[in-house]
């Protein structure tokens, strides 16, 4: 969907390094969620907002840090990469919580040598 | 933790055959969502069942919800080869903000 999108698509770079992923949705969407997705263990939830300012952590997000000062982007940062956060990542937006489907970008395949 | 197992992990048919992916939950869900993802896509949303022993369907793909909220299947009649990807459940557990995934069933057609 054209509503949300991730930048960039695919990154390398090298462990100690600070990434940032980038997402931005044009629905006006409340609720952003970011995911890693790794072969055998589906969609993980990282982090998620409820709203602009209000951020909480989701079921794996050591390593990781976000902001939401614009309801529109949710970044992602990774501050000291390491190799385990190789992985392929998702930002997706939900009108509300519960019981509305989330739409998901693109992705960003990252690389950490 | 909160949990959804989903099986199996992978199925390889011969196209024309049917295809079912199976979603349990330890404990019961307030709602149940499928989604798809083709090789090398995002998720994309198929359909969401929230009542017990829900039913529904789009064109050759079944969906059900168990009577205790707890399971869920998809099932795909005469698989065709547009149907290739990963199927994965999600559920809310209740007053939970935080949809629980299913490791993904993939659908592989053999050649």
């Known amino acids: 969907d054209a509503g949300i999108t991730q930048s960039p698509r695919y990154k390398i770079t090298e462990t100690g390094r600070q990434v940032t992923l980038m997402c931005h949705q044009t629905?006006?969407?409340?609720?952003m969620f970011w995911y890693r997705q790794d072969l055998g263990h589906g969609l993980r939830l990282i982090y998620y907002?409820?709203?602009?300012?209000?951020?909480d952590k989701g079921e794996v997000p050591d390593g990781y840090v976000v902001s939401r000062s614009k309801t529109e982007n949710f970044p992602l940062t990774l501050e000291s990469a390491t190799r385990s956060q190789t992985s392929v990542y998702f930002c997706?937006?939900?009108?509300?919580?519960?019981?509305?489907?989330?739409?998901f970008g693109d992705g960003t395949r990252l690389s950490i040598l | 933790g909160q949990q959804v197992m989903q099986i199996p992990q992978y199925q390889h048919v011969q196209e024309g055959e049917d295809f079912t992916t199976y979603c349990n939950s330890s404990t019961t869900l307030s709602n149940i969502q499928w989604y798809k993802q083709r090789p090398g896509g995002h998720p994309v949303f198929l359909i969401q069942l929230v009542k017990s022993g829900e039913v529904k369907k789009q064109k050759r793909l079944t969906f059900q919800f168990g009577e205790a909220k707890k399971n869920s299947s998809l099932h795909i009649t005469a698989t065709q080869t547009t149907d290739v990807g990963t199927y994965f459940c999600?559920?809310?557990?209740?007053?939970?903000?935080?949809?629980?995934w299913g490791a993904g069933t993939k659908l592989i057609i053999k050649p």
């Open positions: 997706a937006s939900s009108d509300t919580a519960v019981y509305q489907p989330q739409h």
């Open positions: 999600a559920g809310n557990m209740d007053s939970n903000y935080q949809l629980i």
């Open positions: 907002s409820a709203a602009a300012d209000i951020t």
């Open positions: 629905w006006s969407h409340s609720y």
